[in-house]
């Protein structure tokens, strides 16, 4: 017995260094690569990052079909890049999905192998670890993606509330977002609204500018403020006082969904209860009593 455990140690530690030994290779290339001259952009997550060469040929080869023929999925995985603010294609994406699902497939074929599994195990590993690799990119960009939104989301109303503290003081509306672009902490809001600056600056219309803006936030409050704007400058209406009453509309709506989430907690608290209170509470409770009928010699009667 002891053997087997043995052997079954050095199977796993000479996986784990041949992995290891291949992952560090692999990373010190990629370093080497990016020195020499911006191999893949920064801002890119880890799973698309570290393996930009191999996804772009992927993308090439496969991806831009797999683009074409799911359109559907496609068009969904633009829209998280384009909330997530990622230079990617949906192309990419599927060619990031199908590099990790074959490279973790291939590390459940090894792993399985080392420690000799039958066939059975190994196509299950095959298929475990190969959907696990196919979720893993666009699971990432999706919490990134929700994740820059809530950020967003959270800044909106003090940004509104600086803007037009700025107009009114005497500043007009491009004045007033260089003043909050330029004086805030870097975030994707103040990115989205630099975007938006640039975009008058090069002399597009306030209003065009602003429903760019609102396309890519794909935000309802924000998207209302929008309109709101919109028709205020129409029937002559003060922007400062539609901007003010738009940021406190936001702040409602905020602390509505607070008061939504808090009213699911006790519903969601019931599911780690269940499978993990209660079972204690029974066990604490029972097994005294059981213990107790059974020295006392009436255990035969149940």
């Known amino acids: 017995m002891d053997e087997q455990v043995y052997l079954l140690l050095a199977r796993l530690l000479s996986f784990l260094s041949s992995f290891l030994l291949v992952v560090g290779l692999k990373f010190y290339f990629s370093g080497k690569n990016r020195n020499r001259g911006g191999y893949s952009d920064p801002r890119l997550p880890f799973t698309f990052r570290e393996f930009y060469g191999e996804i772009k040929i992927l993308k090439d080869t496969l991806g831009s079909g797999m683009k ?3 359109r559907s999925k496609s068009e969904a995985i633009a829209k998280d890049l384009k909330l997530a ?5 949906p192309a990419d994406v599927f060619g990031a999905q199908l590099l990790w699902a074959v490279l973790l497939a291939a590390c459940g074929i090894v792993f399985m192998l080392l420690l000799e599994m039958d066939l059975s195990y ?16 666009i699971v990432q960009i999706q919490n990134l993606a929700q994740e820059r939104q809530t950020s967003i989301r959270r800044a909106l109303p ?8 700025a107009m009114t003081a005497g500043l007009d509306f491009s004045a007033a977002i260089r003043y909050y672009v330029e004086h805030s902490e870097v975030s994707p809001l103040t990115q989205e609204f630099g ?16 429903k760019a803006m609102a396309d890519r936030l794909c935000i309802d409050e924000f998207r209302s403020m929008v309109n709101a704007v919109i028709q205020g400058t129409e ?11 738009n940021a406190e509309e936001m702040r409602r709506v905020r602390v509505a969904a607070a008061e939504r989430k808090a009213q699911r907690a006790p519903s969601l608290m019931m599911i780690p209860m269940a499978l993990f209170i209660m079972p204690s509470v029974f066990i604490i409770i029972f097994v ?14 149940f």
């Open 85 to 89: 603010a990622l230079p990617l294609d």
């Open 158 to 165: 003090f940004s509104i509330d600086l803007i037009s503290s």
């Open 122 to 137: 190994v196509v299950t590993a095959i298929f475990i670890a190969g959907f696990t690799g196919w979720l893993i990119p």
């Open 68 to 70: 074409q023929l799911f």
């Open 288 to 301: 005294p009593i059981y213990l107790r009928v059974q020295s006392s010699g009436m255990a035969g009667m």
């Open 195 to 210: 975007v938006t600056l640039k975009m008058l600056e090069l002399g597009n219309n306030r209003n065009d500018a602003l």
């Open 235 to 245: 029937m002559g209406a003060s922007i400062t006082d539609t901007l003010r009453i």
